[in-house]
C-alpha cells in the first residue's frame, strides 16, 4: 500500500519557467513533509520541508504547498534551471509516540530543465 | 567535514555470498536508517537503529541484518537469504530520535549488484 504517491514519473520544462511537482498521501497521520533531491548515483539531499500546521513554506527559488484536506501538495521551482534537473522525492512522517524518524518516500518524479 | 560516508561504491555479490555495506557518521547523529532505492519503487526502510546496541526492523528486512555497536557506525549485512538484493543502498542519520524536524542526511549510496 503506497502511502506516498508521486503519479508523474517525468516532467520536463523549459529553462526560466514554473516547474510543479505534486505528491498526493493517504495517510492522515502524517504531519511533517519534506522534498528530497537526487542525483544519478548519490544519496539524496534535503530541500525544503513543511509542518502540517501551515499551508505554504518558501526557500528561495522553491516553495511548498500543502493541502490537507486533499492530502496533497506540490513543489513549485520558479525559476527553473537546468542544474535543477535531478529526481525529487516526497516524503512524510507522524510524531508518535516512537517518533522513530522514519519517513516515508513517494516513488520519485525525474524533472528535466532544458536550456 | 560532517558527513556521512558509505563504502564501497559498487559492490558485486556472488549466488550465496553475504556482503557488508559500510556506514560511518561523524555527525554524533543518535538515529541512523538503511534505506534501499529500486527503480520506480522511491526508498524502502530495511533497518533503523536509535541508539547505540539497539535497532529494529523497517518494512523490507527480510534477508538483511545491522549492528550497531558504536554511536558512528551501523553496517548493513545482505545475506544470502535476500533473493533479489540488486538495489541502490542509502544509509542515513538524524539528530536525535527525538527531535522535531525529522530531516534526514543521506550517505552517497552504494551500488549492490549480482554476478
Known amino acids: ?115 | 567535514d560532517g558527513g556521512i560516508t558509505q563504502s564501497p561504491k559498487y559492490l558485486f555479490r556472488k549466488e550465496g555470498q553475504n556482503v557488508t555495506l559500510s556506514c560511518e557518521q561523524n555527525l554524533n547523529h543518535d538515529a541512523m536508517y538503511w534505506y534501499r532505492q529500486d527503480p520506480g519503487q522511491g526508498l524502502r526502510l530495511i533497518y533503523y537503529s536509535q541508539i547505540v546496541n539497539d535497532f529494529q526492523k523497517g518494512d523490507i528486512a527480510e534477508g538483511y541484518s545491522v549492528s550497531r555497536e558504536k554511536k558512528e557506525s551501523f553496517p548493513l549485512t545482505v545475506t544470502s537469504a535476500q533473493k533479489n538484493p540488486t538495489a541502490f543502498y542509502l544509509c542515513a542519520s538524524r539528530d536525535s530520535p527525538l527531535a522535531t524536524n525529522e530531516k534526514l542526511f543521506f550517505g552517497s549510496g552504494t551500488q549492490l549488484s549480482v554476478l
Request: net charge positive; with cysteine.
Open chain 1, 1 to 115: 500500500d503506497q502511502q506516498v504517491k508521486q503519479n508523474s514519473p517525468s516532467l520536463s520544462v523549459q529553462e526560466g519557467r514554473i516547474s510543479i511537482l505534486n505528491c498526493d498521501y493517504t495517510n492522515s497521520m502524517f504531519d511533517y513533509f519534506l522534498w528530497y533531491k537526487k542525483y544519478p548515483a548519490e544519496g539524496p539531499t534535503f530541500l525544503i520541508s513543511i509542518s502540517s500546521i501551515k499551508d505554504k513554506n518558501e526557500d528561495g527559488r522553491f516553495t511548498v504547498f500543502l493541502n490537507k484536506s486533499a492530502k496533497h501538495l506540490s513543489l513549485h521551482i520558479v525559476p527553473s534551471q537546468p542544474g535543477d534537473s535531478a529526481v525529487y522525492f516526497c516524503a512524510a512522517s507522524s510524531h508518535g509516540s516512537s517518533n522513530t524518524g522514519k519517513l516515508i518516500f513517494g516513488q520519485g518524479t525525474t524533472l528535466q530543465v532544458k536550456p
